[in-house]
């Protein structure tokens, strides 16, 4: 029952933080608008004739090879690049000091080019301002959709572990500087806390030193949905939990998770089961009243 009522608040929350009035997402557009174009400026609106070594460098010089790598459909990502491409760094710095690199880099975009939001690139020509403002449009919106994605998914996990900072120091916590952990008996001492360290081989997101000596280690995990919480919480933080308990024992470890979002609640009993004790991000008095019992 806990467990239904906890997931159903959860995924209120959740609703209503989507749902919210802000100015991100047309901040994120605009930013991205500048920089397409900034890179049709400079690339003569990606006429193929007039795309130099030259206009490339300026190009990445400016800090546009994140909208360069956007006019691949779909998008191409760094890592993709370097290894397509086979130079040994795609760093703006690098490519400008390197020709053929640069060109290397620039024939692999050409290749995966989007056809459909820039026609006139296969045949050599120029854009008309309907073809001109439409590639704008969709490559901003593109790019917009990415950064935002990131951004919710890197905010929510931050505002997780604060989230969770702020319970542990209430209860009189403090925090200390991460370091590996490798026996029961390293990190943090008696009424300490620290983050993002490894507990054995696994990160933990924050690690507490119970009042009993037990480690709690926490994961803070947000789901967007239900399918969703099964890669955050069955496959991460619940196969984590069973190595911790493999690693150190019942005895030494506590495995837990704070969670937000959206979660199934067969896949909520399922990592209790794998021995991974959950917390809700928007109830910690009850992390809190765990905590106070190891006294």
Request: aromatic share 6%; hydrophobic share 40%; net charge neutral.
């Amino acid at each position: 029952m806990e467990l239904t009522e906890g997931a159903v608040t959860a995924s209120a929350l959740f609703r209503a933080e989507r749902l919210a009035v802000t100015d991100a997402w047309t901040t994120h557009y605009q930013q991205a608008r500048s920089k397409f174009e900034l890179l049709f400026k400079k690339l003569n609106d990606l006429s193929p004739g007039s795309i130099t070594n030259d206009n490339l460098a300026e190009a990445y010089g400016l800090g546009l090879g994140e909208a360069l790598r956007y006019l691949a459909g779909p998008p191409i990502s760094d890592d993709d690049l370097q290894v397509i491409a086979d130079v040994d760094s795609i760093a703006p710095g690098i490519l400008k000091k390197n020709p053929d690199a640069l060109r290397k880099v620039f024939q692999v975009i050409q290749r995966v080019i989007d056809p459909h939001r820039f026609p006139w690139m296969a045949d050599g020509s120029s854009p008309d301002d309907q073809q001109r403002e439409a590639a704008l449009l969709a490559s901003s919106v593109l790019l917009a959709a990415q950064r935002i994605a990131t951004e919710r998914r890197n905010e929510g996990k931050d505002t997780q572990e604060t989230k969770v900072k702020d319970c542990l120091r209430s209860l009189g916590f403090t925090e200390v500087s991460a370091s590996a952990i490798g026996t029961i008996v390293k990190g943090p001492q008696a009424g300490q806390f620290c983050a993002e360290c490894l507990l054995g081989e696994r990160k933990a997101d924050v690690v507490v030193r119970l009042h009993d000596t037990r480690l709690m280690a926490i994961e803070c995990k947000v789901s967007n949905s239900s399918t969703n919480s099964v890669k955050r919480l069955n496959n991460d933080a619940a196969v984590k939990a069973g190595y911790w308990i493999k690693q150190f024992g019942t005895a030494q470890v506590v495995p837990a998770a704070a969670l937000a979002g959206v979660f199934k609640v067969l896949n909520l009993e399922q990592a209790q089961e794998r021995g991974l004790s959950l917390f809700w991000s928007h109830d910690l008095d009850q992390l809190g009243a765990f905590i106070a019992s190891t006294k």
